[in-house]
């Protein structure tokens, strides 16, 4: 087989916790090539030591959502050397520390910058290189349930609005950092939460971008938001109660859902089981 018909899956921040663990999921399970991406070179080259010490063979690609031009690298690298791609996982992500003494403002931005924006960018470059059957998951949280029943009625209903477009998703997203920046964000109606506001974009994007490609021409396409649970993992300072393993487990069934899948799709799913977001 050519390496161009070749199929391959690609995860974003992929060189430890539960995208790493994906990663190893799909080198057992995905007939194809699997991409671990991480911000450093150095980083992503010892994941993949440790993956080739247990007999796996993940490539490497360095990769940092927050850089369009690591982006655009990365989607020039797969039309090249493959001709499209199979399966995107969107895992990278960031969350301050609940004891961080970062000003809301400053947490709000850079939060926003990687879990909203540096996905929804990432997903911008690479959705036209899907193939029919692609699957695409969006590592969301719980946490964005929690935050959208915190939130006020008005912006839950545009939370829930079936003519919710992205242009809405995006403008909710800029509307919560400058109402964090001016220090708004509770008279507009969001709780102090900085990473929860970031996964309901998550969500929300997951939901609107199935949405956008049911009306595409290219077959079976699925994309889903999912929470992996509470891992232990950097992210929750160790204090998550599932191993990585575990929190890699309904990403992975979402990445492997076989052809013409009809449910999950475009929906938010936590231990294997659609939920909603209010």
Not at 38 to 47: I, Y
Not at 217 to 244: F, M, Q, W
Request: proline share 4%; charged share 20%.
């Amino acid at each position: 087989m050519s390496s161009s018909s070749r199929r391959v899956a690609l995860v974003t921040g992929s060189n430890k916790g539960i995208g790493y663990a994906i990663v190893r999921g799909l080198c057992k399970q995905f007939d194809g090539d699997v991409i671990l991406t991480a911000r450093t070179e150095s980083n992503g080259q010892d994941a993949i030591k440790r993956l080739n010490g247990e007999g796996l063979h993940p490539k490497f690609h360095q990769l940092d959502i927050t850089d369009k031009a690591s982006i655009d690298r990365i989607g020039q690298f797969l039309k090249s050397t493959y001709g499209g791609l199979d399966i995107l996982v969107n895992n990278a992500g960031i969350s301050y520390k609940a004891a961080a003494t970062t000003p809301f403002k400053e947490q709000a931005e850079v939060t926003l910058a990687t879990n909203f924006w540096g996905t929804l960018n990432a997903c911008n470059t690479l959705f036209p290189l899907l193939r029919p059957h692609a699957r695409v998951v969006n590592v969301s949280s719980m946490v964005s349930q929690f935050t959208a029943k915190k939130c006020s009625k008005e912006l839950q209903n545009k939370f829930t609005d079936p003519d919710l477009t992205m242009a809405n998703v995006e403008q909710l997203m800029t509307e919560f950092v400058s109402s964090a920046k001016d220090g708004s964000f509770r008279q507009k109606g969001w709780p102090e939460s900085a990473y929860g506001a970031s996964k309901v974009g998550v969500t929300l994007m997951s939901f609107v971008q199935q949405k956008q490609l049911n009306s595409e021409s290219r077959e079976d396409i699925i994309v889903n938001a999912c929470c992996p649970g509470y891992v232990d993992t950097d992210l929750t300072s160790h204090k998550g109660t599932k191993t990585i393993d575990e929190g890699a487990d309904t990403p992975l069934y979402l990445a492997m859902l076989p052809p013409n899948t009809n449910s999950p799709k475009g929906n938010f799913v936590s231990e294997r089981k659609i939920g909603t977001l209010l």
